[in-house]
């Protein structure tokens, strides 16, 4: 499937953002679509993912302040994120890979056979 993501900016520390993606009007109803994302200099890294039964994983970094979910349709996966931090800054992908993944897999970027294009996330302090 094809990835679209949007809705990347520049935010201050503490506000928020919401990050979309779809796969050109296809369900992902039977797949696992995650986030990842890419600081500058660093390696891409997990940041959360949906499993094709609506159940959902978080790294860390990110619990308790980002959160993943589908839209009635699940056509659209979107990835809310409040309490932004200077660190959260860098590219953010959506990824899919089809099926319910188990969580250890869910991390491993080379599962997941879809991307979407990166949208930016600029926070400042």
């Known amino acids: 499937v094809q990835l679209q993501a949007w809705g990347g900016g520049l935010m201050q520390a503490g506000g928020s953002l919401r990050l979309s993606c779809t796969a050109s009007?296809?369900?992902?109803?039977?797949?696992?679509v995650a986030w990842f994302r890419q600081a500058p200099g660093k390696e891409r890294e997990f940041v959360g993912a949906i499993r094709s039964d609506g159940s959902t994983s978080y790294a860390e970094p990110v619990k308790g302040r980002f959160t993943i979910s589908r839209d009635s349709t699940r056509t659209t996966v979107a990835l809310q994120m409040n309490g932004l931090k200077p660190e959260d800054t860098a590219v953010y992908y959506c990824a899919a890979a089809q099926g319910r993944l188990i969580t250890s897999r869910l991390r491993n970027s080379q599962v997941y056979d879809s991307w979407g294009q990166g949208t930016l996330v600029t926070v400042s302090s």
């Open positions: 009007g296809r369900s992902f109803s039977s797949y696992t």
